[in-house]
């Protein structure tokens, strides 16, 4: 039905930037919100940045001035800078999408992108 597909994750050192990209395709009527999501070895799953739709991001404060999400129509973008060790992680792409005007919305997942920051 939806897909999403992520690209942009590798090594990077402290301080340095990257920018993760995720396209969404498929039977989508409308996107209500986009976002990433990260999970570190060990630790559950935790939000980085959610946007609704016209609406402002909401950032995790351990992101906050360092990461933005941009959207381009069906691909959203996470710009990472000022990158620390603890950033390492999976990040993955979520959207919350509408397949036709009489089904309730449902939250889709990417496949993952590591992000490894190290020195």
């Known amino acids: 039905q939806v897909q999403l597909v992520e690209s942009g994750g590798g090594l990077v050192q402290p301080g340095g930037s990257l920018r993760l990209s995720c396209a969404a395709s498929?039977?989508?009527?409308?996107?209500?919100?986009m976002g990433w999501y990260r999970q570190a070895p060990g630790k559950q799953r935790e939000s980085v940045v959610v946007?609704?739709?016209?609406?402002r991001p909401n950032y995790a404060d351990s992101v906050k001035g360092r990461f933005t999400i941009s959207r381009d129509k069906e691909t959203v973008y996470l710009q990472m800078n000022s990158l620390k060790p603890e950033d390492t992680a999976v990040y993955y792409c979520?959207?919350?999408?509408?397949?036709?005007?009489?089904?309730?919305?449902?939250?889709?997942w990417g496949q993952g992108t590591q992000v490894t920051v190290s020195s």
């Open positions: 946007q609704i739709s016209g609406g």
């Open positions: 498929g039977s989508i009527f409308s996107i209500y919100a």
């Open positions: 979520n959207a919350v999408v509408i397949t036709d005007w009489r089904t309730p919305a449902r939250g889709y």
